[in-house]
């Protein structure tokens, strides 16, 4: 196995690093060890100023706009997206 790669949503109560530090650990001794792991996750983006906004609490204003914004839609979403194999 070469790769694995993972998403976690801007949502998702997982971090990309201890998704990292569990895949890591959850592949030792089966055929992903020493694959290279990579997490992708995507923050919202303030469809007006394109900053980014952190995605607490119940109200998503941007910080640098003042502007309402809409979490994406999956924003829980922790999976698989792909893994690569030789």
Known sequence: MLRIVAEVGPLSEGSRL????YLGLLSRGTLAE???IKVKSWPPLCPQC???VEPWGTNHICPGCGNVV???PGGEYLGLESVEIE
């Open 18 to 21: 201890s998704v990292e530090f």
């Open 34 to 36: 020493g694959a290279e």
């Open 50 to 52: 394109k900053q980014e």
């Open 70 to 72: 809409p979490l994406p």
